[in-house]
């Protein structure tokens, strides 16, 4: 246990040396993550910190089909849905394509025409896709459920549900490890 220890803080305090540059400027949390290594092992004696995971658009459409196929597997968490045989995602922060989803409809809408379509319904559930983080070589994602209800309808106590889910890769293919949902205030 101690000789672990000590070894990370050596490459700790080696990373941090100015011999240790960056190879690639700065760390984008997004798309990349850094494990550190057991031992030092390069020419000027800089510890290989860094084992990199990147995330592409075809990884994030993988991603979300998964997370919503699961979702509708599941009759409590599909029931947060409301209407889950047509899904409604808010198209911030999507710019990948969306993924076919057997059993259901998906479309992206802005706020604008989300809340054009409570005008009309009364009331509509739709999902927020929330940008993935990556921890140690696990990646983390959300999909949050809201609504929106007809402009001057009255009091509205906001409807907030939120689905977690953590995935590897392995094998160039992405397992889910956990899923789970909560209510949110």
């Known amino acids: 246990m101690i000789p672990t220890i000590l070894t990370l803080v050596l490459n700790l305090l080696f990373a941090a040396s100015p011999l240790c540059q960056r190879q690639n400027g700065s760390m984008n949390t997004h798309a990349e993550v850094f494990v550190p290594v057991a031992k030092p092992s390069t020419a000027n004696g800089c510890a290989p910190l860094r084992a990199k995971i990147t995330i592409t658009d075809a990884d994030e459409t993988q991603l979300l089909k998964l997370m919503l196929e699961r979702i509708l597997m599941d009759k409590t968490k599909r029931d947060r849905l409301k209407e889950s045989s047509n899904l409604v995602l808010l198209k911030e922060d ?92």
């Open 94 to 185: 999507i710019d990948f394509k969306l993924p076919a989803i057997r059993g259901a409809s998906l479309q992206a809408l802005t706020l604008k025409e989300i809340q054009e379509r409570a005008n009309d319904r009364g009331r509509v559930f739709y999902l927020v896709y929330q940008p993935m983080s990556i921890e140690d070589r696990r990646v983390i994602a959300r999909l949050a459920v809201r609504d929106r209800v007809k402009e001057g309808r009255g009091l509205h106590v906001p409807y907030k549900y939120m689905f977690a889910f953590t995935f590897i890769k392995r094998d160039s293919q992405w397992i889910m490890k956990t899923a789970s949902g909560h209510a949110q205030s």
